[in-house]
């Protein structure tokens, strides 16, 4: 059979149902395949957004996304998509056509290097230049992207491979001599690490997006509870426990809860679950959790002791090591410990100067939640991103989809449509900054085009708003590049000129009524929220200041 | 601290940017790089020698252990046999030609090639030999140096599988 149509009866084998992609002559035939398919194509306006849609697909369902682009330009457009995909662990494969094989060198027409470009941002990658390694290829593209550390992987095709004739014979079984994800924990290290915590006065949970990944949820708020101990995320781990749940702390770091900050350096027991410590969630290193012994459980060996020093380091699936570990441990209450935290719960809850006059972005963010407590959250970067993650108080995982790790701005847009394609009955919205939703807004064509009814909350303060935070607070008010001049510009408008649903609200009085409004419509919305301008995220741990170092505002 | 790392690897095409890129990326100081293929088929080793202390070189190791085609690392800085070889292109006139053969003898160097003001000298060994005997030839006038960089295995029976 032709090797394209082998594509896709493979893709078809591995359960695919969507596709987010854009044609183009090299990998035209495979989409000429695809046009029997039961898979659905969504046709995107940019092969970035196409790449977003699978990644925002695959961490809401939890299964492996899949993005088509051709070669060449279409290529290089899912760069900032693939490594957005990385830096979060997110399964998803990428497949792009390539010029034939025996121009393959020559700088011939659309022809890009994609497979050296995309080597330091997949989990692994390959340009097949064998037919008859084609299915093998996929097959065991799948299985990276999905096992082990989640992450996405590229698959280049030259064009006359896509024409060749191949026999349809799907292999079951993979052959990786060097691929041995490790999913059992050390029972020995995980008899130390429960002595550690039963020893411990003031022990702290510290999960991360691999306990999502892991689907690890229910046995983490079981450990928090049979310890107890209280329960601190990474944003990328926010609703790995529910945080209304007592013992959650809600997330740390830069824009963190002081009381997860206070509590994460104050503790003596450190428990990081499927966390990889990057920066912005530990401040100055040398000054984090300067009391604690540190267990660390990660699926990726290379994670431990990466940024930090681990006393009990435990590799394997978090789900796995949880179930096991429970097991190790009895309840003992630490009332002092609880006081303690319980008091700076108190002392310093999440807060903001209320206003009559100009509309909060932080009361925005809590009327979705009242509204709609279940929708799926999705995030571009920025002030947006925090407030929403300070805001928004997450049920449960996978509701939560945010870029941590890139911080890319116009990923929340086409993540929202990916995870509404996932979940087309659940409300999705994207809440997002001016800046960051112009840099995908084509897209609104797409979800117009496919009935994609997402929801973008647009919280517009004409600013690059984080990065004017930065100049206010670091550089002395200069305002270099970050006021976007936009007075003229109409949301609105341009929702309206792709054919979708434009409001703009400009009083605190009418928020509400808003959001009400455009959860019952019926079509994709975008809503202008004309914010206070000048508003800007505390509680913040400085760069490079330790987590307990915070600055805050008088409110 | 120098490491000598033994690193099995599937012989795919594009294993060896994969390996170099990582280091790179991650800021490791490769000092140098050897490949080729091995006694088993589709598996090539490379002998990389690193600079970095403990941590950086557990992070190198995990790091490489992370790609997919790599099947096994070995640090194999200790109590190992390691060899590396150089040519040396050396000016040679008729009266100091005497003088290095006689020099690479001493160093069981071997003259590969001969020219009328010129010679070339093979020379295996560990770093300080080579090194060493380079060295020595500088006195007539090197035109040319070309070494492979360091291959190395452990002594004893164990193999890297
Ligand atoms: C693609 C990309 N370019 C630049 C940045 C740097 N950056 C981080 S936050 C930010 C401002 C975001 O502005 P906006 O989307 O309006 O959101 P706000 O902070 O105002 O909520 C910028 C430019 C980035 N994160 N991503």
């Not at chain 1, 100067?353 to 571009?380: F, G, M, S």
């Not at chain 2, 006139?93 to 009328?116: C, G, H, K, L, Y």
Request: contains cysteine; glycine residues 8%.
């Amino acid at each position: 059979m032709r090797a394209a149509d082998a594509i896709i009866k493979a893709l078809e084998k591995e359960g695919v149902k969507h596709i987010f992609g854009i044609p183009g002559g090299a990998i035209i035939e495979v989409y000429d395949a695809l046009f029997d398919s039961g898979i659905k194509h969504i046709l995107t306006r940019h092969e970035q957004a196409a790449v977003h849609a699978a990644d925002g697909y695959a961490r809401a369902s939890g299964k492996v996304g899949v993005a088509f682009a051709t070669s060449g330009p279409g290529a290089t457009n899912t760069v900032t998509g693939i490594a957005t995909a990385y830096m979060d662990s997110s399964p998803i494969v990428v497949m792009t056509g390539q010029v034939a094989r025996s121009l393959i060198g020559n700088d011939a027409f659309q022809e890009a290097d994609i497979t050296g470009i995309t080597m330091p941002v997949t989990k692994h990658n390959y340009l097949v230049t064998d037919e008859n390694e084609l299915l093998k290829t996929i097959k065991e593209a799948f299985h990276i992207a999905g096992t082990g550390r989640p992450g996405p992987v590229l698959i280049d095709l030259p064009k006359d491979v896509t024409t060749a004739e191949v026999e349809f014979d799907y292999p079951e079984k993979i052959t990786l001599p060097g691929y041995r994800p490790k999913y059992r924990g050390h029972p020995r290290q995980i008899k130390k690490a429960a002595e550690l915590i039963m020893k411990a006065e003031r022990p702290v949970i510290l999960a991360g997006g691999g306990v999502i990944l892991s689907n690890a949820s229910e046995e983490l708020t079981k450990l928090a509870e049979t310890i107890p101990a209280y329960v601190a995320t990474s944003l990328m781990g926010k609703g790995a426990i529910p945080e209304t749940h007592p013992l959650s702390l809600g997330f740390i770091g830069m824009h963190g809860t002081k009381y997860a900050n206070y509590a994460v350096q104050e503790s003596d027991l450190l428990i990081a679950i499927g966390i990889r410590f990057s920066d912005r969630t530990t401040g100055r290193v040398s000054d984090f959790a300067p009391d604690a012994k540190i267990i660390h459980i990660d699926i990726d060996p290379a994670e431990i002791g990466k940024n930090i020093e681990i006393d009990v380091p435990i590799v394997g699936d978090a789900k796995l090591i949880l179930q096991e570990l429970i097991t190790n441990i009895t309840y003992r209450k630490r009332k002092e410990w609880e006081d303690r935290v319980e008091g700076w719960k108190k002392s310093y809850p999440l807060r903001y100067r209320k206003d009559d006059e100009k509309i909060k972005p932080q009361y925005v963010i809590e009327k979705i939640w009242e509204l709609q407590p279940d929708a799926i959250i999705t995030t571009e970067v920025g002030q947006n991103q925090m407030w929403a993650a300070q805001y928004f108080k997450v049920k449960r995982p996978r509701q939560f989809i945010t870029s941590g790790g890139l911080g890319t701005m116009g990923f929340g847009f086409p993540a929202a449509m990916g995870a509404k394609t996932a979940f087309p009955e659940k409300q999705v919205v994207d809440i997002a900054g001016d800046g960051s939703f112009l840099m995908n807004v084509q897209e609104l064509a797409t979800c117009v085009d496919y009935g994609i009814n997402v929801k973008v909350a647009v919280l517009n303060n004409m600013f690059l708003g984080m990065v004017r935070q930065w100049q206010e607070l670091f550089y002395d008010e200069r305002y270099s590049a970050t006021c976007l001049r936009c007075k003229e510009m109409s949301i609105e408008k341009i929702a309206e000129g792709f054919g979708a649903v434009g409001m703009t609200v400009e009083k605190p009085s009418e928020v509400e009524d808003a959001l009400k409004e455009a959860f019952e419509i019926d079509a994709p919305v975008v809503i202008d929220f004309r914010v206070d301008r000048l508003e800007n995220v505390y509680p913040m741990v400085p760069a490079g200041a330790a987590l307990h170092e915070v600055i805050d505002e008088e409110v | 601290m120098r490491h000598t790392i033994a690193v099995l690897v599937e012989d795919r095409p594009g294993v060896l940017a994969r390996v170099a890129g990582l280091f790179r990326r991650r800021g490791f100081n490769i000092e140098s790089l050897a490949v080729g293929i091995t006694e088993k088929h589709g598996v090539s080793r490379m002998t990389i020698v690193v600079s970095g202390d403990d941590r950086t070189i557990e992070q190198v190791t995990k790091q490489l252990n992370k790609l997919i085609e790599v099947i096994k690392v070995s640090d194999v800085s200790k109590n190992s046999v390691e060899r590396e070889l150089a040519l040396v292109k050396v000016s040679a006139t008729p009266q100091s030609r005497a003088e290095i053969i006689e020099i690479a003898n001493i160093f069981r160097a071997r003259i590969v090639d001969v020219a009328r003001d010129s010679l070339i000298v093979e020379v295996t060994g560990d770093e300080d030999k080579i090194s060493a005997f380079i060295d020595l030839m500088k006195q007539y006038g090197i035109k040319e140096v070309t070494r492979t960089g360091k291959i190395a295995m452990q002594r004893g029976s164990k193999a890297l599988e």
